[in-house]
């Protein structure tokens, strides 16, 4: 039998004298935890064979009825943490997250974990699922006491499994692997499709969209057409036509719409999609071989979506590139049109001319998410994979200040085991770092942007066991939907992970449509963490800042969630303030804006020398000039640029207001101050204040940032400055702020005072 036994709450079980390792002795299988109230339960699950249970039997009658010399019941430190015993269920021996214990008639792929004995458990196993009906895989996994089997099959089904369940010592949630959909016959791959179709939900009439500009997108395929409707096809030239002629845009559609596609196939759950989307062709077929200036064609794409839909909040996510410049980093036609169409100038296919439509439209701005580009030959396995990435500067046009740049890491590993595509096969990529196919902004002079902003899944590569081969099963891939035929294929690279940020951009606006499309990539930015594994590179790096800027340059600032984006806990706050400053007036600095932070001071202050870390994320959108005359005075490339500054602890609110005037005049005449303003952070102003986002973690002491209540936003020069006849300064420059605090104490409630600060209404549960 299964015998599960409960702790008392705060303590835990004596689990060694529940495991006595003998044989014919109980074997303990699982241990889980769960919090009753604020004490933590402990949760043992044991597998007590025939003749097993007088183990237990003789310790309890010993406890009853014996002392040791101290004077204690004997076994008194095993019976006395145990609160109840009762026969376990199938849920005992889940050791997943116990949220997620699937219903109880959804079908569901298991992990069902099997305890070897007598070697006949997998047949076991298999007879059952013949008689009953449910599916078993063909692989499984052995090690010297657990053989590991995937079965689809629910839990009500598992329950009545009587003459295994004995066999059972683990249930987990099935992981399974992209190659396994792509794998199958197209006649299985249409009944997984039915499913998902049969549980989505359509977005709503008022949903945000997010418009791929690519090769087309076959709105036939039946998991994109109740989100892709025929009007919001589009093309740049009606001799291409609308449908993807090279299938890359119905995949980069898939990962859009859906993130993590193999997720939704495998959960019962109903989907409910919060955002469409649309289509526009830029990329012509292979018999066009004229040559296409692409800052027009992306400039008539989104011209001709927002023609359709004028109203329709949306974003851009671009995975076609080209080689960069000779000289990486510089501006050229197709970025600084991605920069101009970012900062809301419209396109005249008339006069072929970017412009401001009125003086509304400078407010009309649009968040590009384009990819950083990729490795596209891994074949040279003698040099670091991570030198060849660094060598190959970010593609154009994602060197553009105002796009969310997207490279490419990886937390893939699944290849080489026996049975699989690639046995033998080791993976190129360590999980958490770089993928294989990314290229990087190391390369870029130091005053060009930060390039990648963020890095996202792209999938991994593998080399053969002899060491001469390169590949990229699709078990290292990102599953996805294929244009022809109407099924499943994977898309891996820097694709993939524009595409999964473009699914996470349009998330945060479905949930957030008051926010401007500057705050959604701050926000995106603002949430992103460097893996360990990228830390690891960090720590190398010492703290020396150029090491630590050219790390950055490779990373960005790291790994988005969607978690992180969109949710506060008590021990982490984030504030957002999206406001309007006006930069200059007659070629002199105008406007400083000071911040008052409503965080807990108080709080903050008792916990004195506990450390707390604060992180700050600027988001603006420039006007491009990109002229190559120079990059000095009326010859520079942004309109303006912004700059945040802390105020210091034994600073009066007027010495903080001089000395940012100070350091305002001194870039305003290219003498940037390199001393004092970098302390305690992590970046650095000089590496951070470069392009149009500028990202910061500070770390000291809960008391020390007590004292440091206020932030200044404050401009410094750019052409509208030099050019007055074209300064657009009077009708304003937006920007989003982000602001997060944290401290490792979660007993301490930060988010409690400042909501009540702000006004925002306090729900207590009862």
């Known amino acids: 039998m299964l015998v599960t036994f409960e702790s008392w709450p705060g303590y835990e079980l004596a689990l060694k004298s529940l495991d006595p390792l003998r044989r014919r002795a109980p074997e303990l299988l ?98 059952f699922a013949v008689a009953s009906g449910i599916a078993i895989g ?18 009500t089904q598992l329950a009545s499994a009587l003459n295994v369940i004995d066999d059972f010592a683990e249930l987990r949630a099935a992981h399974v692997n992209s190659e396994f959909f792509a794998g199958l016959a197209p006649v299985e791959q249409a009944e997984w499709i039915d499913d998902l179709v049969r549980r989505t939900d359509p977005p709503p009439a008022d949903a945000p969209a997010s418009c791929i500009l690519d090769s087309g997108v076959n709105r036939g395929h039946r998991l994109l057409e109740h989100s892709l409707a025929e009007d919001d096809l589009h093309t740049c030239d009606p001799a291409w036509g609308s449908a993807d002629h090279d299938g890359h845009g119905t995949e980069m559609a898939g990962v859009t719409l859906y993130g993590d596609l193999r997720a939704a196939l495998e959960h019962e759950h109903r989907v409910q999609l919060r955002h469409r989307l649309e289509s526009v062709k830029i990329w012509p077929p292979a018999n066009d071989t004229d040559p296409n200036l692409y800052g027009a064609i992306t400039a008539e794409g989104v011209s001709r979506v927002e023609i359709q839909e004028p109203h329709r909040r949306r974003s851009f996510a671009m995975a076609v590139t080209s080689e960069p410049d000779r000289t990486p980093g510089t501006p050229t036609s197709w970025s600084s049109a991605v920069d101009a169409l970012a900062a809301g100038r419209a396109f005249d296919s008339t006069h072929g001319e970017l412009k401001y439509i009125d003086s509304a439209s400078a407010a009309s701005h649009r968040l590009f998410i384009v990819s950083a580009g990729n490795v596209e030959d891994l074949t040279d396995t003698t040099t670091s994979y991570l030198d060849r990435c660094d060598a190959l500067p970010v593609a154009d046009p ?70 001469s081969d390169v590949d990229w099963p699709e078990s290292l891939q990102i599953l996805t939907t294929r244009a022809n035929p109407l099924t499943f294929t994977t898309i891996n690279a820097t694709s993939a992970a524009t595409a999964l940020a473009a699914h996470m951009a349009a998330t945060v606006a479905a949930d957030y449509p008051g926010f401007w499309p500057e705050t959604v990539r701050g926000l995106l930015v603002h949430s992103a963490e460097w893996t360990p594994q990228m830390r690891t590179q960090m720590a190398a790096a010492g703290t020396l800042r150029r090491r630590r800027a050219a790390l950055i340059r490779r990373y960005g600032f790291g790994v988005p969630t969607a978690e992180r984006a969109l949710r506060s806990a008590t021990d982490a706050l984030t504030l957002v303030v999206q406001d309007t400053i006006h930069p200059f007036r007659r070629g002199a600095l105008r406007e400083m804006h000071l911040h008052d932070l409503p965080w807990p001071r108080d709080e903050l202050a008792n916990l004195g020398e506990v450390p707390v870390k604060l992180r700050v994320t600027l988001s603006y959108f420039i006007e491009p000039s990109p002229t190559r005359r120079g990059a000095q005075s009326r010859y520079r490339y942004a309109s303006h640029q912004l700059r945040f500054d802390l105020r210091e602890p034994d600073e009066t609110n007027d010495d903080f207001r001089k000395r940012i005037n100070k350091k305002a005049l001194a870039e305003d005449e290219d003498r940037p101050a390199r001393s004092g303003e970098t302390d305690g952070w992590y970046v650095g102003s000089e590496t951070r204040n470069r392009g149009s986002l500028h990202s910061d973690i500070w770390e000291g002491t809960a008391a020390d940032l007590a004292a440091r209540g206020l932030i200044a936003i404050y401009p410094v020069t750019g052409w509208w400055k030099e050019l007055q006849a074209r300064d657009q300064s009077d009708l304003g420059a937006r920007y989003a702020l982000l602001i997060s605090i944290e401290t490792p104490i979660e007993e301490v409630d930060i988010w409690t005072p400042v909501a009540v600060e702000v006004g925002v209404p306090i729900v207590i549960e009862t």
């Open 398 to 467: 994602a060197q553009a200040w105002n796009a969310l740049t997207v490279g490419a890491y990886t937390e893939m590993v699944d290849v080489g085991a026996e049975g699989t595509s690639h046995p033998g096969w080791t993976i190129i990529a360590q999980p958490g770092d770089l993928s294989p196919f990314s290229r990087t902004g190391v390369g870029f002079q130091r005053q060009w942007p930060i390039k990648p902003d963020i890095v996202l899944e792209g999938g991994n590569a593998a080399i053969s066991p002899n060491g």
């Open 30 to 127: 699982a241990v889980h935890d769960q919090f009753v109230g604020e004490d933590r339960v402990q949760f043992a699950t044991v597998y007590v064979p025939g003749g097993g249970l007088g183990y237990f039997l003789q310790r309890l009658d010993q406890y009853a009825t014996e002392d040791t010399h101290t004077g204690k019941p004997k076994n008194a430190n095993m019976v006395e943490r145990v609160a109840a015993v009762r026969l376990a269920t199938i849920r005992e021996i889940w050791t997943d997250d116990r949220e997620s214990f699937p219903e109880p008639h959804d079908a569901f792929w298991w992990e069902v974990w099997l305890r070897r004995s007598d070697g006949n458990e997998v047949q076991r196993l298999k007879d």
């Open 138 to 155: 063909d692989r499984r996994l052995t090690f010297d006491n657990r053989v590991i089997v995937l079965v689809r099959a629910t839990a």
